[in-house]
């Protein structure tokens, strides 16, 4: 066989690999538009849903839940951007699924029982943290936001005889669903942490010892993520603080149960003896000092 044919032979698999990998995309792609058709029939309910934190606020306050469109463009952009969240949530299942099914031949057996409670837990995880943003720290957010407005009395006047300023607030429909999306979409990563890093521990990229080693940093990180992605409100960014750092000790003892459970089933096969090092090198160097 000549060495063109060898090489041929050798990127047959290749361009396989690559044609499943588009079809999987294309799939993935299609069920993704069809979730953002079906959420941008329904997208004034899925709007209307996504209020309810400020309307409960400004209920709480004696206001009316008014938004307002500064453009006329500005209500069909709402639309497609609630369709977008709608359509990745409907369709995230399916994708993962694809991914599944392209990553998963190449797996042994023990893999892929290791591999899919992570593909299961991100999503359950990611909605669970899109919750509590969205039933927790957006309300707070709001009312911290809204403590801000000027409320003229009727009948009062300042020094110079004019009316007293008010200044309350008329929202944009787009400028709320932004910030309201930012909140979803930051905590719903941020609940990816346990899954990230026991992934990273199974795969021994990190251990339960060195997080623990570099918790201090950790804190000074979660600290910087909560200025960043929740407002000026020093309760909302405790609450996150703390949700996040609860997030990172759990993580700890994950990584722990698996290196533990590793641990185990190396001792099990034979590979795993607690009275002999684990580095060949150091045991010569020893027995070289003790002649």
Same mark, same amino acid.
């Given at each position: 066989?000549? %060495? ?37 029939t ?21 206001q ?9 463009q500005?209500?069909? /952009? ?57 039933y ?33 607030? %008329? ?8 910030? $309201?999306?930012?909140?979803?979409? #930051?905590?719903?990563?941020?609940? %990816? ?9 199974? #795969?021994?990229l ?23 992605? $929740? ?9 996150? /603080? ?34 002999? /090092? ?11 000092d003790?002649?």
């Amino acid at each position: 066989m000549s %060495q063109t044919d060898e090489i041929d032979d050798s990127s047959a698999p290749l361009i396989e690999h690559l044609a499943e990998l588009r079809n999987r995309l294309i799939h993935s792609v299609v069920a993704f538009l069809v979730g953002m058709i079906i959420c941008f029939t329904v997208a004034t309910p899925l709007f209307n849903f996504l209020t309810a934190p400020l309307c409960t606020v400004l209920a709480e306050r004696g206001q009316d839940c008014d938004l307002i469109f500064i453009s006329p463009q500005e209500g069909f /952009f709402v639309a497609i951007k609630v369709s977008l969240l709608g359509g990745f949530l409907l369709a995230f299942p399916y994708i993962g699924l694809q991914m599944w099914r392209f990553v998963a031949p190449g797996l042994y057996k023990s893999e892929k029982g290791a591999f899919l409670p992570f593909l299961i837990a991100s999503p359950f995880m990611f909605v669970l943290g899109a919750a509590f943003a969205f039933y927790v720290v957006t309300p707070l957010a709001y009312d911290f936001f809204l403590g801000f407005q000027q409320f003229g009395a009727e009948g009062e006047a300042v020094a110079d005889g004019a009316p007293p300023l008010s200044v309350v607030f %008329q929202g944009s429909a787009q400028e709320y669903l932004n910030l $309201t999306i930012k909140f979803i979409v #930051a905590f719903g990563l941020c609940f %990816q942490l346990p899954v990230l890093l026991t992934l990273m521990g199974k #795969a021994g990229l990190v251990s339960s010892e060195g997080l623990g080693n570099v918790r201090k940093y950790a804190v000074v990180g979660i600290l910087v993520l909560a200025a960043l992605v $929740t407002p000026p409100d020093v309760i909302t960014q405790v609450i996150l /603080f703390v949700v996040v750092y609860g997030l990172y000790e759990v993580s700890i003892f994950l990584v722990r149960r698996v290196e533990k459970k590793r641990e185990e089933q190396l001792r099990a096969e034979g590979y795993y003896d607690d009275e002999e /090092f684990d580095d060949p090198l150091m045991s010569e160097f020893e027995e070289e000092d003790g002649k």
